[in-house]
């Protein structure tokens, strides 16, 4: 019977117009109350909030947007073919998920999204495909992941459009706020560790060039070899942060005439492929070669044996691009940069003296 029909109905979706509504004001004004902006009485303030309360509305993008010149959006950039190159891997590399971690977080924390995009910064048309992306999203602010925060062409882009930036890994000689862990001290930190153990023969594989962080790292291995008194010249090769490069520079600092009996890489994937090399070689690590690596991604936990490495604070360096970016958005005072935040050195079982 029709009687005991049971009808199901999904509970209505309350929007800024039934607030409206409640309060007998315009749309507008609901919106300059949600977004705190100017000349709103304190009486009608107080009925609008109380509207809000008593009928249960959460403010959605749009409404916020409708009060003011604000998206409430970050936009994040990666780079394009590392990024695609890594999630076809498979490979358990996990920055991108940290950054996401990061950055998403701390924006809902402020009533933000962060919106994600891939833009190769070796194209031609990189200051193309920014300004659609811009032109389509109109963030409140970018954060800029390496190496596109050494790269003139966007942080000139950005500057001339009076849009905030943030630069993730890059140092503080550039516009933007600059947000970076010490890559030159932390390089320093995993040499010394290497040096306590009693290695003499430590061999560095460099990262990119593209990335200002490579040559700062490079520079803290050489400041804590020179400090013991030993000569670099040919201990360092020259890397990527790919596995290919690393298995180059590995095979060329273990055939040396007097081979390395330590190997600092200036990624995972190239301190994996350290190991890959001292296996086919028939050394054994961390008996016959130790290996410590930058970056600390799951992989490098869980291979064996465990890699002792660098561990960089890549989520919280993203929480805080999002957190200066949305205080520059509120007009809030932000003291000079750079921001660095504290990377850790994790021991485990790929390093141990070197062999008699």
Known sequence: MA???????????????????????SLQTVSRVIN????????????????????????????RRMGGTRSYLLLALNDRDRTIAGWQSGDGTDWVDQMLLGGMLKCAEHGY???????????????????????????????????????????????????????????????????????AKAAAAATEHLLLLGHRRIGFITGSRDYSLSVKRLVGYRSAMRGAGINTRDLVAEGDFTFESGVKGSEA???????????????????????????????????????????????????????????????????????????????????????VLPFELIVRESTAAPPR
């Open 113 to 183: 999204r962060m919106i994600f995009e891939l833009v190769d910064t070796h194209s031609l048309h990189v200051e193309r495909e920014l300004t659609a992306a811009l032109a389509a999203l109109h963030p409140d602010g970018v954060i800029l992941t390496p190496p596109h925060g050494d790269n003139p062409l966007i942080t000139r882009l950005l500057a001339s459009r009076h849009i905030p930036f943030a630069r993730i890994g890059s140092d503080g000689q550039a516009p933007g706020f600059a947000i970076q862990m010490d890559d």
């Open 36 to 63: 705190d902006g100017p000349n709103v009485r304190d009486a009608i303030k107080q009925r609008v909030v109380a509207a809000i309360e008593k009928l249960g509305y959460v403010p959605s993008l749009a409404a």
């Open 253 to 339: 600092l273990l055939g040396l005439g007097e081979p390395v009996t330590a190997i600092l890489a200036s990624s995972d994937q190239m301190a994996l492929a350290a190991l890959n090399v001292a296996r086919a070689r028939g050394l054994e690590v961390p008996r016959d070669l130790s290996v410590v690596s930058f970056d600390d991604t799951p992989i490098v936990r869980f291979c064996a044996p465990p890699l002792t490495a660098i561990r960089q604070p890549i989520a919280p360096m993203t929480a805080t691009a999002a957190e200066l970016l949305i205080r520059a958005a509120n007009g809030d005072e932000i003291e000079d940069g750079p921001h």
């Open 3 to 25: 009687g005991d029909e049971i009808v199901s109905r999904r509970p209505r979706a309350v929007t800024i117009k039934h607030v409206a509504a409640e309060a007998g004001v």
